[in-house]
């Protein structure tokens, strides 16, 4: 017999301005249907910058929140603060987790000291980088405060393009440069209930070409996913500890999840770096958290009513 439901109406944030307005969409969009299958009432939101209409839309007030928002202002701490402030329940990390997760630099800080490995990189100025390569190719270059691989370039030994300095750059003056790390792409997710920390499992992200950029990410067809990833027991198990002590080093509550690069041309476990930690991970058809929920059994539906009966304000 389930336990008795918190929650009974709940609001599905989607949309806001980020770059990432499109993928929000059809997460919110498919969290919505699914909490409606779950027997929730839910009254989605497309949400614009303007806090009067939001606030409109928040009446009649729901029980909870899901946010399904992803980028700045849905993911950053922003509209943490004002459900805060309204006291309203909601899915996913607080305010305080949610801003160092997002901010690569800080997020960076927080992992080392937590003993979590990272790429050699360091943030500089934009303009810096028209004097030359802040390190030897290959390295990436990437906002310090996006997700999905937006803004993100890969310049390799003998690259002549300078598209951060060169083409347009709408994400601030400085940049995150980062020792680029060759092999395969990793992540984990982890559900966090107040009560325990637990790693869901291990997926191997294979792109068909390239890397695993915005596209691949969200188009059907342009990356295979492998679940359980199929790597050295070491190595998966050196994945799961670390995604569960980053959880736990950056404050962060309900679903995370942690991409990795691994070098599997290095010896043990010496070749995975943490890339970074995301707070809102995407819910759609393609997303990587609803398949390992999957994997282990839980229904998209599911999923959704545990985040939403595990929403809370900060403290």
């Not at 937590?114 to 303009?127: I, L, M, Q, T």
């Not at 940049?175 to 395969?184: A, D, F, K, Q, S």
Request: proline share 7%; glycine share 10%; hydrophobic share 40%.
């Amino acid at each position: 017999m389930s336990a008795p439901r918190r929650f009974h109406h709940v609001a599905v944030l989607m949309g806001g301005w980020s770059a990432e307005r499109e993928v929000s969409l059809t997460s919110g969009r498919e969290c919505a249907d699914a909490l409606e299958e779950a027997g929730y009432r839910v009254t989605p939101i497309d949400v614009q910058r303007d806090l009067g209409a939001l606030l409109a839309a928040l009446d009649p007030r729901p029980d909870a929140i899901f946010n399904a928002l992803h980028g700045r202002g849905g993911e950053d701490g922003l509209i943490q603060g004002v459900l805060n402030f309204l006291e309203i329940p909601f899915t996913h990390s607080g305010l305080l987790a949610s801003a160092v997760a997002m901010n690569k630099a800080m997020a960076r800080t927080v992992l080392t000291a937590a003993g979590v490995p990272v790429p050699e990189g360091r943030v500089v100025g934009r303009a810096a980088l028209a004097d030359g390569h802040p390190m030897d190719p290959p390295y990436v270059v990437k906002p310090v405060d996006e997700g999905s691989s937006v803004g993100i370039h890969i310049i390799r030994d003998g690259d002549n393009r300078r598209p951060f300095v060169d083409g347009p750059w709408p994400y601030g003056d400085d940049v995150l440069v980062e020792r680029y790390i060759p092999g395969r792409e990793l992540t984990v997710a982890v559900m966090d209930d107040g009560q325990a920390v637990r790693a869901m499992t291990v997926t191997d992200i294979c792109p068909t070409d390239g890397f695993y950029d915005y596209a691949a990410k969200y188009t059907d067809g342009l990356a295979v996913h492998v679940v359980p990833a199929k790597v050295p027991a070491a190595v998966g198990a050196a994945c799961l500890d670390l995604a569960e002590r980053a959880h736990r080093a950056l404050g962060c509550r309900g679903i995370s999840r942690a991409d990795f690069r691994y070098d599997e041309s290095r010896p043990g476990t010496e070749g995975l770096f943490m890339l970074e930690v995301n707070t809102q991970p995407g819910m759609t058809p393609l997303s990587l958290v609803p398949e390992q929920a999957g994997h282990l059994g839980m229904s998209f539906a599911e999923l959704c009513a545990w985040m939403v009966e595990n929403a809370e304000c900060d403290a």
